[in-house]
């Protein structure tokens, strides 16, 4: 038996993750609003360090596994702030949190839940993205609502995709024997899909979204795989973002990557794509 800690278990993605990882044996912790055996906001710096105390706690002070899906989707009128404190925030400071948990465990393990927004929507508010990875919550916040929850999401998962990228190969993650990965889901049926339709301003975007196999993604599909990467045999997955969307990435994005490594420096100075 090994325990595993879920955020946003009371609905869509995280319940069908939480549903599947107990199914499997697991013991498993759910972190929500309310609905789940811990109930704390991850909007907030309280609730991010409740949650963290009453996860460790329950987990006797190990952690096997944990699955970051709490989160808020766009719409014309929530404030773009609240993407960020929940999206970002409460996800990074959340896998820091547990993190020494993680490291008590044989096999600590950690998936966060991003989005093929990230890469497949125009217009993302990369100032949100910068101030998040530099770890200025005001600054994010503040560049989020001017820029709007629309142009927000993406931006906080473009930075959740970063986030990870930069630190599972760091010596906190693969360094101390810990694996850390993304999925970036497409359009998946959940609540937070329908408030999206129901929005008259996004409502005939989210409709017009390409998706070559024809339908959204169900939650299970998603929680397969948080399986698998949580899983010995997921081992020797680290700092991957795994895009499960029937096919629209690959479909908008076709040969953007993988691209090619360049010796040459960019502007930045470091080496990297052309
Ligand atoms: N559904 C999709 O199409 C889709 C696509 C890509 C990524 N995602 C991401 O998947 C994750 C799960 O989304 P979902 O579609 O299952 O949505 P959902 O609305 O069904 O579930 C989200 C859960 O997060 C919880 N949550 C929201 N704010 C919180 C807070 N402040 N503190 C604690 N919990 C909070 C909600 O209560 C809810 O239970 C999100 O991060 C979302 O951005 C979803």
């Given at each position: 038996?090994?325990?595993?800690?879920?955020?946003g278990a009371a609905s869509?993605?995280?319940?069908?993750?939480?549903?599947?990882?107990?199914a499997g044996g697991h013991d498993v912790i759910g972190v929500d609003l309310a609905g789940s055996d811990v109930e704390?906001?991850?909007?907030?710096?309280?609730?991010?360090?409740?949650?963290?105390?009453?996860?460790?706690?329950?987990?006797?002070?190990?952690?096997?596994?944990?699955v970051t899906c709490a989160?808020?989707?766009?719409?014309?009128?929530?404030?773009?702030?609240?993407?960020?404190?929940?999206?970002?925030?409460?996800?990074?400071?959340?896998?820091?949190?547990?993190?020494?948990?993680?490291?008590?465990?044989?096999?600590?393990?950690?998936v966060a839940i991003g989005s093929n927004s990230a890469t497949i929507q125009p217009g993302v508010a990369l100032g949100v993205t910068q101030a998040c990875l530099a770890d200025e919550e005001l600054t994010a916040r503040r560049l989020a609502d001017e820029a709007g929850a629309v142009a927000t999401y993406p931006a906080t998962k473009l930075a959740i995709a970063h986030y990870v990228r930069s630190r599972a190969t760091?010596?906190?993650?693969?360094g101390a024997g810990l694996r850390l990965n993304a999925i970036a889901p497409g359009m998946?049926?959940?609540?937070?899909v329908d408030e999206g339709r129901a929005d008259p301003e996004l409502g005939p975007l989210l409709d017009a979204l390409p998706i070559p196999l024809g339908r959204p993604g169900q939650p299970v599909e998603i929680a397969a795989l948080v399986a698998l990467l949580l899983?010995?045999?997921?081992?020797?997955?680290?700092?991957?973002?795994?895009?499960?969307?029937g096919g629209t990435d690959a479909l908008l994005r076709t040969t953007?990557?993988?691209?090619?490594?360049v010796l040459a420096p960019r502007s930045g100075g470091r080496p990297g794509t052309a």
């Open positions: 038996m090994t325990t595993v800690a879920v955020t869509g993605i995280g319940a069908a993750c939480a549903e599947r990882l107990a704390a906001d991850l909007g907030t710096t309280e609730g991010r360090a409740a949650a963290v105390r009453a996860v460790i706690e329950r987990g006797g002070g190990v952690l096997d596994g944990l989160g808020l989707g766009p719409t014309s009128t929530r404030p773009g702030s609240s993407l960020v404190s929940v999206n970002y925030f409460g996800t990074v400071v959340v896998l820091e949190g547990l993190r020494p948990a993680l490291a008590r465990s044989a096999s600590g393990s950690a760091g010596a906190d993650w693969a998946v049926a959940t609540p937070l899983s010995g045999e997921g081992g020797f997955f680290c700092g991957s973002v795994l895009y499960v969307d953007d990557w993988p691209a090619p490594f």
